[in-house]
Structure formats: structure tokens, C-alpha cells
């Protein structure tokens, strides 16, 4: 059944020829009326089955419409506008397709007065350099998105009928600010349109361009190709939208001349560095195209099913510690001289420090399988970054970044995503407001975080009220900017890759009991890092071979640098067989290769002491105290409420899921060993808690259904493949 009685196309080129295709198609609309200022171009309209009918005016057109669209060029809609208002039904739905909406609702509100809340404008994100009707595909819209930007006096259900009209024809549909969507445009689609007509008038105009044309390779022709679009319609589009136009054409010849004075000059560090961040920024944006990068991954809908039981026997390496892929790139960054980083881990969060980094004028090659060079640029070398830094998923990113961020000469604004968003950030903001920076973070202490620029800091003695590793190495590394000594005692002991990375860079760094020191002034020094295989994503596996009768599995370079260790520490009390061999030492990082065989686990009070070494492993740890016999207390974790998720109320609810009993408190949980019935369980976007019931699933009697687990490539990208690959059978479903 169609939706409307009547629909009436005002101009039948490409775009409106191909949406009246569509819509017929579908079975959109009753009828479908079009109009042309060529009589004839709406005939062949009818001919070629893209309208049921052709009329010769204006008004026959839109007697009766439901939804009117205009489809014209867009210099054009201003007449347009004024001849359909005495004609338009009070009830019937004004669109259009123009790629500039600023000036089209100028028109409109000039010509329809009272009546625009009658229009809905709209812009298709799609089109061909082939034009006229007898060009219209019906298939131009699919998988392309629309772009509305309602008004104020539009009516909602108006608004969501034209949202219908594009789905029906298969676009995806959006909603944008007006000048927004002009700006935007400019920049991605009016601006290339211009590149590309001027090259081709350039070269054309060359006293060999025959010898150009002809030996043109792919790029050339693939880039150019826009360059044979309709020369009015694009005419009509620049002058209509100038002045968005100006604001990107102008930044567009600032970048050239700094490209022209850099080869003049021989500047290879501009050219890498200008080379680098655009191969970055075009995969980055292939991958939002394809639903894959950090910016949007947290937006799919991706499910695990696991099967129950299985095997856990192999010989494997997972990815480089996160924590030192991290610090290896602020540290590069800031040394002089090319740091080398080998096993760097090529998952979201460190790719978002890396790119932090490019934006503020690092050079940066790669990562490719996990090689990274980069370029220092010294401790005073970082430049303000173009926009908003985006850190995603990352609070080490954010918080470490502060450190360095308020030291800098440039305000900066740090910002993540949906997760990040609601973690504290007055923990780090409050320690460096001490040292004299301006910080500012957002509602209840959250992102985003701003920096102020200019601020000279001093060196203080700061206890730190709660341990934090993030917390002491922010502070650590706003020391090195700061006059003085600073000295941060910790309450307990918590990782120390910030103080080993510093010496490995040639950074002095002194602890003496509690305390750690640094005094400002120093420099750092470009040096090799090869990252060992992560602790916390070995965890996973370790876990998974001690509950899993006859696992005998080999996890290879696994870095276990003594405050990390506790994962280890804790199996180990709890009756697990694990042993390390080829201990040694990599650039300051001692790592081993850890056998891990199954034995039957007890339950034990977990020691305090022991809890910040093992505060990322906790959610498998809980899987581990559900198959061991007994039961396991945990106390003084209460920082695992304030991670991606509440660590310990989401593994309660997903254990309870699963037919697990547990008793939550304050600062931690009891977990008396029982078996695990299977079920559906909700990781509220938190990857360690995804992949922690993924192991689950090798002692339960049901399949385990995991929901939101997206983000498990946040910190551990091959997880799936690793685990399948060792005995686990998980089934990835993005929807």
C-alpha cells in the first residue's frame, strides 16, 4: 500500500529523475507527477517508467501532492519558490535536493512567507557527473545518506514524512544545523568539485596536454572524473555558497604554499609530516566507512555467542601492552631524535594517543605490524592542534595527556567518547591545579577536559589520595615541565612503565620508598622499544587454561614488570599451575613466557596489597573465583566501580545472568564457586567484561550470549581469532 496518494517532482535531472525511479519503484506514492521546464524531458520520463505522468505547468504539477520536491539547480529554487506559492496546498510537504541550504531557506522564507513551515529542506549525499533525466538510476540513493535541516516551524510529522520518502528510495537519513551542513559540504564535496575542475582547466591549458591526457594514470583519471560534472549546476552551488566556500578554499591555499615552500626549501619533516597525517586521516576515514574506526565503533550493535566447553592448548602471543604502547608514543614524541617501537599495539586506544600526537605536529610513520618510527620533536616542539583532540575509549590517553597538555604554551580541549565521557577527570585536574596549570573539566568533574596555555608550573609534593598509576604518571610528566622538584607518593604501589620509559628516554627518575621524584628542565632522548605481549590481555587466557580440565597453553614475551604482576600472584594462591621460563629484560621491562596448565582453583581473601596490581584483571579473576571450590573475598577494590563500566555491579548482574549468585559490597564482591548455567549477558560496552564471559563459556552448561562487545577492539583487536584459535567457539554477529 503506498504511503501517500500523489507525489510531484519539480525538475527531472539526475537527482529528481532518480528519486522519482525509486519511489515508483517502491511503491512509495499512488502517482507520481512530474514537471519540467522541457516538456519533453517529461514525457521521456514517462516513457522510460520514472513518472506516471507529465503536465506542462507548474500548477497541474502540485494539485492534489502530498510531498512536492524541488529539483532544480539551486539558483533557481528563489524563482521556483516564488511561482509555486500560489499554487502550493496548504497541506502538502515542500523539499528540496539542493547541496546549499543557507541560501535555499532564504529563498524559501522570502517567497513563502507564512507558509514555510511547509518546507523541509534536504540534501542527498549522492549524485554522478552524468546528468538528465534519461540518467536516473534508481539505485543512485542506496546505502547514501540524506541530509535534512529541519526549521523551527517545521511540523515533526512533515519532518519524519520526508525522512520516509528517503529511506523508501534506500538513503540513510541525518539531521544537520543549517550552516553546519553548508560548512561541511563546503569542505567535503564543493571544495574537491573546485580542485578538480581547476586541474583540469590547468593542464588542459598546457602546451603539451595531450601528452598529459594521454599518459595520465588511474589517480588521475579517478580524481578528475568529478571534474565532468554539470558546469552550471556547480556554478550555481559556488555562488551560492561562497562564503563556506572561501572559509575552506582559503585554508586549502594556505596548505599548498606550505607544501610548495617545503619542496623550494628540501623540508623533508613538513612534507613527511603533511604525508603521514593525510594516509592517516584517508584510512581513518575508509574505516568509518566501513563501521570499523574508534570514532564510531562504539555505535555498532556487535553480539558474541560462545558455545559452551571447549579446549584451551596452543602456543601464542597476544598483542603489546597497551600501557607502554602509550607512553612510547607521548615519549617519542617529546625526545630528540627518531624513536623505533616495535610490538606496538595497534588497537583503538593507543591509535588514539598516536593520532593525538600527529595532530599536534608529530611525525609519525606507521604502525605497520606494529613498527612504529617517530619523529621527536623535543619537550617544547608540540603545536596546537588544529581542533579538538579525540581520544575515544581512552582514559589513559586523556589523563596522561593532561600531564603534558597543561604544561604547553596553547590552550587545548581533550574530548571521548560516549563512555569516556561520564569517567572522573578531577583526578588528575586537581594535582595539576596545584602545580599552577588551568584545567577544566566538564559536569561533575567529567570529559571534556580543557588546558589552558602559558601557565609556568611548579613542583609539588602531591599524595596521591587513592592509587592511581594515571593519576602519578600525569603529575610525573607535568613535572617535567615545572620548575623544581616534584614528588608524588602513592598509597600503594602501582604500575611504574612512566618511570621506566623516562629512564629508558634518559630522563632521571628517582624513588625512595613510597615517593617518586623528578625535577623539571631535563630533556629526553630517542631510543628503541620493543612493547612486550600485554599482562591484562594474557590474563584472559591465563584464566581460561587453569579452569579448563586438561589446558596446557604457552603465552609468549608477556611482560611482567612487577607492579602488573598481580594477576599472576593471585592465580597462583588460588591453586593455579603456573610457570615462567626465559626470563629477561627488553628495553627496561623484564618479560618471561608464562605456561599455564589447568589445576583445580580454591577460593581465597584476595590480598589487599594486591589489588592495585591486578585492577584491569578483576573481571576475569571473578570467572576464575566462580569455577574454584570455595569462596573468594574481594575487598578494596573501589576503584573498579569508576572504569569503563562498574566493574564489580556489571560482573554481578552478568554473573546472576548466568545463574551465579554473588555478594556485592561497597568495596568489592564475595563469589562462592558454582556452576554456570548459561545465558544472555549485557557488557555495557566495557571489552574487559565481553571478553571475561567469553572464558566463561568454557565451564558452562549453556551457550553464553555476550551483548554490546564492540569495544573489545579498543584493547585487544584479535581477541576473537586468538581465542578461537586455542580451543574457545566464538560467533561474532554485528548488527
Known sequence: MSSISKLAVIGLGLIGGSLAKALKINGFAGNITGYDLSFEDALRGVQLGIVDEAVATLSEAVEGAEIIIVA???????????????F??????????????????????????????????????????????????????????????????????????????????????????????????????????????????????????KEIFKYAAGGFRDFTRIAASDPVM??????????????????????????????????????????????????????????KSYTTMTNQNVTFTVRPGGSVQGDIRVPGDKSISHRSIMLGSLSEGITEIDGFLEGEDALATLQSFRDMGVVIEGPEKGHVTVHGVGMQGLKKAPGTLYVGNSGTSMRLLAGLLAAQDFESEMIGDESLSKRPMERVAVPLRLMGAQVETG??????????????????????????????????????????????????????????????????????GDEI?????????????????????????????????????LLRHVGINPTRTGVIDILKLMGADITLSNEREVGGEPVADIRVRYAPLKGIHIPEALVPLAIDEFPVLFIAATCAEGTTVLSGAEELRVKESDRIQVMADGLSALGVQTLVKDDGIEITGQTIA????????????????????????????????????????NFVELANEVGLSINVVAD
Open 443 to 512: 559536569d561533575g568533574g567529567r570529559p571534556p577536559l580543557r588546558c589552558g596555555g602559558g601557565q609556568a608550573l611548579q613542583g609539588i609534593k602531591y599524595e596521591m589520595p587513592m592509587a592511581s598509576a594515571q593519576v602519578k604518571s600525569c603529575v610525573l610528566l607535568a613535572g617535567m615541565y615545572a620548575e623544581g622538584e616534584t614528588v608524588v607518593t602513592e598509597p600503594a604501589p602501582t604500575r611504574d612503565h612512566t618511570e621506566r620509559m623516562l629512564r629508558g628516554f634518559g630522563y632521571p627518575v628517582s624513588r625512595v
Open 88 to 209: 502550493l496546498p496548504k497541506t502538502a510537504v515542500l523539499t528540496d535536493v539542493g547541496s546549499v541550504k543557507g541560501e535555499v531557506v532564504k529563498a524559501a522564507q522570502m517567497a513563502l512567507g507564512d507558509q514555510i513551515g511547509q518546507f523541509v529542506p534536504g540534501h542527498p549525499i549522492a549524485g554522478s557527473e552524468k546528468s538528465g533525466v534519461s540518467a536516473a538510476d534508481e539505485t543512485l540513493f542506496q546505502h547514501h545518506r540524506v541530509i535534512l535541516t529541519p526549521l523551527e516551524r517545521n511540523d515533526p510529522e512533515q519532518v519524519e514524512l520526508v525522512r520516509r520518502m528517503w529511506e523508501c528510495a534506500g538513503a540513510e537519513v541525518i539531521e544537520m544545523a543549517i550552516r553546519h551542513h553548508d560548512e561541511v559540504l563546503a569542505a567535503t564535496s564543493h571544495l574537491p568539485h573546485l580542485i578538480a575542475f581547476s586541474l583540469v582547466d590547468t593542464l588542459a591549458g598546457e602546451d603539451d596536454n
Open 72 to 86: 532544480t539547480p539551486v539558483r533557481s529554487l528563489s524563482s521556483v519558490f516564488s511561482e509555486l506559492v500560489e
Open 678 to 717: 548459561g545465558g544472555e549477558v549485557e557488557s555495557h560496552g566495557d571489552h574487559r567484561i565481553a571478553m571475561s564471559f567469553s572464558v566463561a563459556a568454557l565451564r558452562s552448561e549453556g551457550e553464553v550470549t555476550i551483548r554490546n562487545c564492540a569495544n573489545v577492539a579498543t584493547s585487544f583487536p
Open 234 to 291: 556547480w556554478r550555481d552551488i559556488f555562488l551560492s555558497n561562497r562564503d563556506a566556500v572561501l572559509k575552506v578554499l582559503g585554508h586549502f591555499s594556505e596548505g599548498l604554499s606550505k607544501l610548495q615552500k617545503a619542496i623550494e626549501t628540501g623540508d623533508e619533516m613538513t612534507l613527511s609530516g603533511v604525508f603521514t597525517r593525510a594516509k592517516s586521516a584517508r584510512e581513518h576515514f575508509s574505516k568509518i566507512l566501513e563501521l
Open 517 to 553: 621524584k623528578v625535577v623539571g628542565g631535563g630533556k629526553l632522548t630517542a631510543t628503541k622499544i620493543d612493547v612486550p605481549a600485554d599482562i591484562s590481555s594474557a590474563a584472559f587466557f591465563m584464566v581460561a587454561a587453569s579452569i579448563t580440565p586438561g589446558a596446557d597453553l
